[in-house]
């Protein structure tokens, strides 16, 4: 088992780092090559009556139930260059979540909070270089709605339901198979698309494998599930890297 720290002051050339790895992720960037072509499909439209009850099934399906510490690898790639590290997440219940990206030396690259639908980060950090709310959720495998958007769509086809939203000229849509997360997408009002697609059974109906790709940015970000545990409930300022 490889160890990195998880808690504690950045390393040293935080700063530094973390505008390089912005640089070439440009999300997460966040967190994230194989050259992506900008008109590869995404979820199809969602026609027909909204279901609340769909919705509401869906979101208690991929709910965070428990505390779990995952640790998972994670490679970027974008078209001349390739980056890869470790990385470390913590999930609590009600929508609590922290994630820590490392580098190959145990440099400490990126650190996030989620809170519900509101992202928190150290004053260092920008808030341009991660993804929104929704789509860090979906990398764990959580459906969490777009804070003020409308659901304009609902559809279920067998094991299949897809979901649809709309907030100010943006899209989101979800896809969720036998009850678990696997694809989101989000279409801004310029048009350009970012998605999540997961992979895989995990333990705790964790995804094997999430990919985030900006297409617009040509980026892909691959985190991969390498070991997950259920802990003690994590102390309050673990949500507040802003404060670290």
Request: hydrophobic share 40%.
């Amino acid at each position: 088992m490889s160890t990195f720290r998880v808690d504690g002051p950045a390393a040293a050339g935080y700063t530094a780092a973390i505008r390089a790895f912005s640089r070439v992720c440009r999300v997460l960037a966040p967190l994230f090559g194989v050259a992506v072509v900008a008109c590869a499909s995404g979820i199809q439209p969602v026609h027909g009556p909204v279901s609340p009850d769909l919705e509401r099934e869906a979101v208690q399906a991929t709910a965070p139930d428990r505390p779990l510490r995952i640790i998972f690898d994670w490679t970027v790639r974008e078209r001349d260059a390739r980056f890869q590290g470790q990385g470390a997440a913590r999930v609590q219940d009600p929508y609590r979540a922290r994630l820590d990206l490392f580098g190959p030396r145990g440099e400490t690259y990126l650190s996030a909070a989620v809170v519900d639908g509101e992202i928190r980060l150290p004053a260092s950090v920008s808030p341009s270089v991660v993804p929104p709310a929704p789509l860090l959720w979906s990398a764990l495998g959580v459906l969490r709605p777009p804070v003020g958007a409308t659901l304009v769509g609902t559809a279920r086809d067998g094991d299949r339901v897809r979901l649809e939203y709309r907030d100010a000229g943006e899209q989101w849509r979800f896809e969720l198979v036998a009850g678990r997360l696997r694809r989101a997408e989000w279409i801004r009002s310029d048009g350009a698309r970012q998605t999540v697609e997961l992979k895989g059974e995990g333990a705790f109906r964790l995804p094997r494998e999430a990919v985030y790709r900006d297409w617009a940015a040509y980026t892909e970000l691959t985190l991969t599930l390498d070991e997950v545990e259920p802990v003690d409930a994590f102390p309050p300022e673990t949500w507040s890297p802003q404060a670290g």
